[in-house]
């Protein structure tokens, strides 16, 4: 949407909440508004039966993820295949301090080709898990790049063509926390 007609479209809009017509125009969504209620439920500390899994924490300056297969019970008395960069769902937590160099090697022990792309982090076209840069079963490459950018929490997961969305939901996926001197 061009700048020019998101402003004519909000103008009018703000013009018609204003003098009441909107309401005459969407009677059916006020009502909506008006008859929504919510429900809270109250959970006893302790009352879970499956403990939520916490990613564990890994130095970026000298980093090793392997992407493989695993099965892990993400509720109980189930299991469920899933990807993974080390043991159970999602990857490692990557740290690094903004003007420091990260330096992962990275394995490939899937049956299909994969990479890491590293979402929000301004790193070099070569390292930046371009679908083109596939890493095939049983290969792998080193990824190594300066982080020049702010603080952030900024996440790393799979690029490859066709294959992006299945192999996140799989679990091939992790954050990447970028801490700097204005943050603390």
Known sequence: MLRREFLRISSITGSLAAIGILDWLLPSCRKKEMDMTVTY???????????????TVMDAKNASLVSGSDKAQLIQDKTTSVYTYQKGP?????????????????????????????HGLQVPADQDGHPRDKVYGGSSRSYGFNVSQRAGTYWY????????????????????????????
């Open 41 to 55: 439920v109250t959970v006893k500390e302790g009352s879970f039966s499956w403990p939520l899994t916490i990613p």
């Open 90 to 118: 999602l990857g490692p937590t990557l740290t690094l301090k903004k003007g420091e160099n990260a330096m992962i090697q990275f394995s490939n022990s899937l049956n299909e080709e994969t990479n890491i792309h590293w």
């Open 157 to 184: 997961h799979p690029h490859p063509h066709g294959k992006t969305a299945s192999q996140v939901f799989r679990g091939l996926a992790g954050f990447f926390l970028v801490t700097d001197d204005e943050e603390k």
